[in-house]
């Protein structure tokens, strides 16, 4: 992979680490007042879910039907991340469950 294309997906992950320390802190600081909504606390759960998302794609990237060169390139660009990165297969951020029960929201509320 180009070096400046893995200098962007260094600096993408550590922008979605900071949003989700943001979000973490955020949320810590709640523990002990009393909120008079959830809109805010809310807002940052959904940010947290959204980065630790993001990274989850960076690092195993979505294949895409029909292009067989361009899934090529993104799954070793996700192997040489996790690998430069030191994390392993099974690692919390490989699964996607949490962050597509939000992002597809509207889907199963209509199921519902």
């Known amino acids: 992979m180009p070096s400046l294309a893995v200098f962007w997906f260094y600096q993408e992950i550590a922008h979605q680490c900071q949003f989700v320390r943001m979000s973490i802190e955020y949320l810590i600081s709640c523990r002990n007042r009393t909120s008079n909504g959830l809109s805010r606390e809310y807002y ?13 794609k960076i690092l195993w990237p979505i294949m895409k039907r029909g292009d067989k060169k361009g899934n090529e390139l993104r799954k070793a660009r996700g192997k040489e991340l996790r690998e430069a990165l030191g994390i392993k297969r099974g690692s919390a951020l490989e699964s996607r469950v949490l962050r597509d029960t939000l992002e597809h929201l509207d889907e199963r509320m209509d199921k519902w």
């Open 44 to 56: 940052h759960v959904q940010s947290l879910l959204i980065a630790l998302g993001n990274i989850s």
